[in-house]
Protein backbone atom coordinates (compact mmCIF):
# COMPACT_ATOMS: atom_id res chain seq x y z
CA UNK A 1 0.00 0.00 0.00
CA UNK A 2 1.25 3.17 -1.02
CA UNK A 3 1.64 5.83 2.11
CA UNK A 4 2.66 9.25 1.82
CA UNK A 5 3.08 10.98 5.42
CA UNK A 6 3.63 14.54 6.18
CA UNK A 7 4.74 16.26 9.28
CA UNK A 8 6.71 19.61 10.49
CA UNK A 9 4.07 21.47 10.34
CA UNK A 10 2.95 24.13 12.84
CA UNK A 11 2.35 27.82 14.49
CA UNK A 12 5.35 29.87 13.39
CA UNK A 13 5.39 33.78 13.64
CA UNK A 14 6.47 35.57 10.08
CA UNK A 15 10.11 35.57 9.06
CA UNK A 16 10.69 32.19 10.53
CA UNK A 17 11.37 28.87 9.06
CA UNK A 18 9.73 25.61 8.93
CA UNK A 19 10.90 22.12 7.55
CA UNK A 20 8.56 19.84 6.37
CA UNK A 21 9.01 16.03 5.95
CA UNK A 22 7.41 13.12 3.69
CA UNK A 23 7.70 10.09 4.72
CA UNK A 24 6.87 7.25 1.91
CA UNK A 25 6.32 3.85 1.98
CA UNK A 26 5.17 1.14 -0.30
CA UNK A 27 6.53 2.28 -3.52
CA UNK A 28 9.98 2.25 -5.16
CA UNK A 29 10.67 6.12 -4.05
CA UNK A 30 13.48 6.51 -6.37
CA UNK A 31 10.78 5.85 -9.22
CA UNK A 32 9.13 8.56 -8.70
CA UNK A 33 9.30 12.29 -9.01
CA UNK A 34 7.25 14.32 -6.06
CA UNK A 35 5.34 17.42 -5.66
CA UNK A 36 4.29 19.68 -3.15
CA UNK A 37 1.07 21.05 -3.08
CA UNK A 38 -0.63 23.71 -0.94
CA UNK A 39 -4.11 24.62 0.20
CA UNK A 40 -4.91 27.81 2.07
CA UNK A 41 -7.81 27.62 4.61
CA UNK A 42 -10.97 27.80 2.28
CA UNK A 43 -9.19 28.44 -0.82
CA UNK A 44 -8.26 25.91 -3.62
CA UNK A 45 -5.35 24.10 -4.86
CA UNK A 46 -2.01 25.66 -5.46
CA UNK A 47 1.01 24.05 -6.41
CA UNK A 48 4.23 24.84 -4.71
CA UNK A 49 7.08 22.49 -5.90
CA UNK A 50 8.36 19.58 -7.84
CA UNK A 51 11.33 17.37 -7.72
CA UNK A 52 12.77 14.55 -10.47
CA UNK A 53 13.95 11.44 -8.85
CA UNK A 54 17.49 11.86 -8.92
CA UNK A 55 16.98 16.03 -7.98
CA UNK A 56 18.49 16.66 -10.90
CA UNK A 57 15.31 18.67 -12.02
CA UNK A 58 14.00 20.72 -9.49
CA UNK A 59 10.88 23.92 -9.89
CA UNK A 60 9.22 26.38 -7.94
CA UNK A 61 5.85 28.39 -8.06
CA UNK A 62 7.65 32.33 -8.14
CA UNK A 63 5.64 32.91 -5.24
CA UNK A 64 7.91 30.65 -2.86
CA UNK A 65 11.40 31.19 -5.04
CA UNK A 66 14.65 31.85 -3.00
CA UNK A 67 12.28 31.23 0.34
CA UNK A 68 11.51 27.37 -0.22
CA UNK A 69 14.09 24.67 -0.83
CA UNK A 70 12.77 20.77 -1.91
CA UNK A 71 15.14 18.45 -1.48
CA UNK A 72 14.90 14.42 -0.99
CA UNK A 73 16.97 11.65 0.51
CA UNK A 74 15.97 8.34 -1.53
CA UNK A 75 18.26 6.23 0.89
CA UNK A 76 15.62 7.26 3.67
CA UNK A 77 12.97 7.77 1.49
CA UNK A 78 11.93 10.98 2.44
CA UNK A 79 11.09 14.48 0.82
CA UNK A 80 11.66 17.54 2.65
CA UNK A 81 10.46 21.33 2.40
CA UNK A 82 12.21 23.74 4.03
CA UNK A 83 10.44 26.98 4.52
CA UNK A 84 12.05 30.15 5.31
CA UNK A 85 11.16 33.90 5.30
CA UNK A 86 7.73 32.67 5.99
CA UNK A 87 4.58 34.84 4.93
CA UNK A 88 1.00 35.61 6.72
CA UNK A 89 -0.02 34.16 3.02
CA UNK A 90 2.09 30.61 3.31
CA UNK A 91 -0.84 29.96 5.66
CA UNK A 92 -1.87 26.44 4.53
CA UNK A 93 -2.89 22.66 4.44
CA UNK A 94 0.69 21.44 2.73
CA UNK A 95 0.28 17.87 1.13
CA UNK A 96 3.09 15.47 -0.45
CA UNK A 97 2.00 14.17 -3.71
CA UNK A 98 3.74 11.46 -6.04
CA UNK A 99 3.64 11.97 -9.81
CA UNK A 100 1.04 10.71 -11.55
CA UNK A 101 -0.99 12.45 -9.08
CA UNK A 102 -2.49 9.00 -7.65
CA UNK A 103 -1.18 9.45 -4.39
CA UNK A 104 -1.16 11.93 -1.76
CA UNK A 105 -0.42 12.71 1.90
CA UNK A 106 -3.20 13.92 4.42
CA UNK A 107 -1.25 17.06 4.60
CA UNK A 108 0.20 18.78 7.51
CA UNK A 109 -0.89 22.35 8.32
CA UNK A 110 1.22 25.28 8.38
CA UNK A 111 0.32 28.64 9.94
CA UNK A 112 2.07 31.90 9.86
CA UNK A 113 0.96 34.31 12.92
CA UNK A 114 1.93 36.54 15.01
CA UNK B 1 1.05 31.68 -15.62
CA UNK B 2 -1.44 29.70 -17.66
CA UNK B 3 -5.08 30.31 -15.50
CA UNK B 4 -7.82 27.76 -15.60
CA UNK B 5 -11.22 29.22 -14.79
CA UNK B 6 -13.83 26.43 -14.03
CA UNK B 7 -17.24 27.37 -14.04
CA UNK B 8 -19.80 27.41 -12.48
CA UNK B 9 -18.65 27.97 -9.10
CA UNK B 10 -21.76 25.88 -7.51
CA UNK B 11 -24.03 23.18 -9.63
CA UNK B 12 -26.96 22.70 -7.12
CA UNK B 13 -28.11 19.10 -8.33
CA UNK B 14 -30.03 16.39 -7.55
CA UNK B 15 -28.74 12.59 -7.17
CA UNK B 16 -29.43 10.65 -10.25
CA UNK B 17 -28.62 13.59 -12.27
CA UNK B 18 -26.20 14.53 -15.06
CA UNK B 19 -23.41 17.40 -13.95
CA UNK B 20 -21.11 18.76 -16.45
CA UNK B 21 -18.37 20.84 -15.06
CA UNK B 22 -16.12 22.93 -17.33
CA UNK B 23 -12.73 24.38 -17.24
CA UNK B 24 -10.99 26.49 -19.66
CA UNK B 25 -7.17 27.19 -19.88
CA UNK B 26 -5.91 30.85 -20.81
CA UNK B 27 -3.75 29.29 -23.93
CA UNK B 28 -3.72 25.92 -25.02
CA UNK B 29 -2.21 22.79 -22.63
CA UNK B 30 -2.92 20.29 -24.79
CA UNK B 31 -4.39 17.27 -23.33
CA UNK B 32 -2.57 17.73 -20.39
CA UNK B 33 -5.48 18.25 -17.98
CA UNK B 34 -6.43 16.24 -14.67
CA UNK B 35 -9.55 16.29 -12.80
CA UNK B 36 -10.00 16.22 -8.84
CA UNK B 37 -12.38 15.50 -6.57
CA UNK B 38 -12.27 16.63 -2.84
CA UNK B 39 -14.19 16.35 0.11
CA UNK B 40 -13.77 18.44 3.16
CA UNK B 41 -11.32 17.18 5.47
CA UNK B 42 -9.55 15.18 2.96
CA UNK B 43 -6.81 14.80 -0.11
CA UNK B 44 -7.74 15.68 -3.54
CA UNK B 45 -8.45 12.19 -5.28
CA UNK B 46 -7.41 12.51 -8.65
CA UNK B 47 -10.53 11.20 -11.47
CA UNK B 48 -9.19 12.06 -14.93
CA UNK B 49 -5.94 12.16 -16.35
CA UNK B 50 -4.45 13.84 -19.94
CA UNK B 51 -8.34 14.95 -20.46
CA UNK B 52 -10.02 12.06 -20.52
CA UNK B 53 -8.28 8.82 -18.99
CA UNK B 54 -10.18 7.57 -15.97
CA UNK B 55 -7.72 6.66 -13.09
CA UNK B 56 -7.66 3.78 -11.56
CA UNK B 57 -10.61 2.45 -9.59
CA UNK B 58 -12.67 5.55 -10.43
CA UNK B 59 -15.71 4.95 -11.77
CA UNK B 60 -17.31 4.95 -15.49
CA UNK B 61 -19.97 7.86 -14.33
CA UNK B 62 -17.05 9.75 -14.56
CA UNK B 63 -16.04 11.22 -17.82
CA UNK B 64 -13.76 13.92 -18.87
CA UNK B 65 -13.06 15.12 -22.68
CA UNK B 66 -11.50 18.58 -24.14
CA UNK B 67 -8.35 19.40 -26.01
CA UNK B 68 -6.30 22.59 -26.17
CA UNK B 69 -8.41 25.21 -24.37
CA UNK B 70 -11.95 24.29 -23.44
CA UNK B 71 -12.38 21.25 -21.31
CA UNK B 72 -15.18 19.12 -19.78
CA UNK B 73 -15.83 16.83 -17.03
CA UNK B 74 -18.78 14.93 -16.73
CA UNK B 75 -20.67 12.84 -14.02
CA UNK B 76 -23.71 10.89 -15.86
CA UNK B 77 -25.30 10.52 -12.81
CA UNK B 78 -24.95 11.68 -9.89
CA UNK B 79 -24.49 9.24 -6.69
CA UNK B 80 -24.87 10.93 -3.14
CA UNK B 81 -21.07 10.17 -2.71
CA UNK B 82 -20.16 12.33 -5.59
CA UNK B 83 -21.18 16.05 -4.16
CA UNK B 84 -17.62 17.61 -3.75
CA UNK B 85 -15.71 19.96 -5.15
CA UNK B 86 -13.78 19.22 -8.31
CA UNK B 87 -10.81 21.03 -9.55
CA UNK B 88 -9.00 21.09 -12.83
CA UNK B 89 -5.34 20.64 -12.56
CA UNK B 90 -2.95 21.47 -16.31
CA UNK B 91 0.88 19.63 -16.27
CA UNK B 92 1.41 21.55 -19.63
CA UNK B 93 3.72 23.88 -18.60
CA UNK B 94 5.38 25.62 -15.35
CA UNK B 95 4.15 26.33 -12.91
CA UNK B 96 2.05 23.60 -12.47
CA UNK B 97 -1.70 25.42 -11.95
CA UNK B 98 -5.12 24.19 -10.97
CA UNK B 99 -8.54 26.00 -11.23
CA UNK B 100 -10.50 27.75 -8.68
CA UNK B 101 -12.91 24.47 -8.25
CA UNK B 102 -16.48 23.62 -9.16
CA UNK B 103 -18.47 22.78 -5.92
CA UNK B 104 -21.32 20.26 -6.76
CA UNK B 105 -23.83 20.21 -4.37
CA UNK B 106 -27.32 18.83 -3.43
CA UNK B 107 -30.05 20.76 -4.37
Known amino acids: EVRLVESGGGLVQPGGSLRLSCAASGFTFTGYSMNWVRQAPGKGLEWVSY????????QYRDSVKGRFTISRDNAQRSLYLQMNSLRAEDTAVYYC???????WGQGTLVTVSS | EIVLTQYPATLSLSPGQRATLSCRAS??????LAWFQQKPGQAPRLLIS???NRATGIPARFSGSGSGTDFTLTISSLEPEDFAVYSC?????????FGGGTKVEIK
Open chain 2, 50 to 52: DAS
Open chain 2, 89 to 97: QQRNVWPLT
Open chain 1, 51 to 58: ISPDSDAI
Open chain 2, 27 to 32: ESVGSS
Open chain 1, 97 to 103: VRDTWHY
